[in-house]
C-alpha cells in the first residue's frame, strides 16, 4: 500500500527554523518525482520545491533562499528545511511524488499522485 506521510509542523516565530519530512512506504522515493506544496486559507496550491531527475531542483522565488530540500533519501525519508520563516510561510505544507520526468514543470501539482495529509506550518510575528 502505498503511503506518504509528512512531519515536523508547527507553531514557530518569525525568523525561527522548521524541519518538515516526508516519509513513503510501498514504493521507493528516490525513484519518483517528489515535491513540496503548501496551501494557505483560501488560496491554492504552490510549489515550494521539488525535484524529478535529481540533477536540478525547483525552488519557489520567495523560499529560494531560506528552504532547502534535502531529495537524497534515508530510510525512504525526504526533509526540506525551513529557515528565517515569517508570517506569510503560514499554510499547510504537503509532500507529493509521482512517476519520474522532467524537473522543468515539477511544480505543476499534476505531475503528483500521492500526496500526503499535510502538515501546519504557522509562523506568528
Known amino acids: 500500500q502505498v503511503q506518504v506521510v509528512e512531519s515536523g509542523g508547527g507553531f514557530v516565530q518569525s525568523g525561527g527554523s522548521l524541519r518538515l519530512s516526508c516519509a513513503a512506504s510501498?514504493?521507493?522515493?528516490?525513484?519518483?518525482?517528489i515535491g513540496w506544496f503548501r496551501q494557505a486559507p483560501g488560496k491554492e496550491r504552490e510549489a515550494i520545491s521539488c525535484?524529478?531527475?535529481?540533477?536540478?531542483?525547483y525552488y519557489l522565488e520567495s523560499v529560494r533562499d531560506r528552504f532547502t530540500f534535502f531529495r537524497y533519501t534515508t530510510n525512504n525519508t525526504v526533509w526540506l528545511q525551513m529557515n528565517k520563516l515569517k508570517p506569510g510561510d503560514s499554510a499547510v505544507y504537503y509532500c507529493?511524488?509521482?512517476?519520474?520526468?522532467?524537473?522543468?514543470?515539477?511544480?505543476?501539482?499534476?505531475?503528483?499522485?500521492?500526496w500526503g495529509q499535510g502538515t501546519p506550518v504557522t509562523v506568528s510575528s
Open positions: 507529493g511524488t509521482g512517476s519520474l520526468g522532467p524537473t522543468w514543470d515539477c511544480w505543476k501539482p499534476e505531475r503528483y499522485t500521492y
Open positions: 510501498g514504493f521507493a522515493l528516490n525513484n519518483h518525482i
Open positions: 525535484t524529478s531527475d535529481s540533477r536540478s531542483t
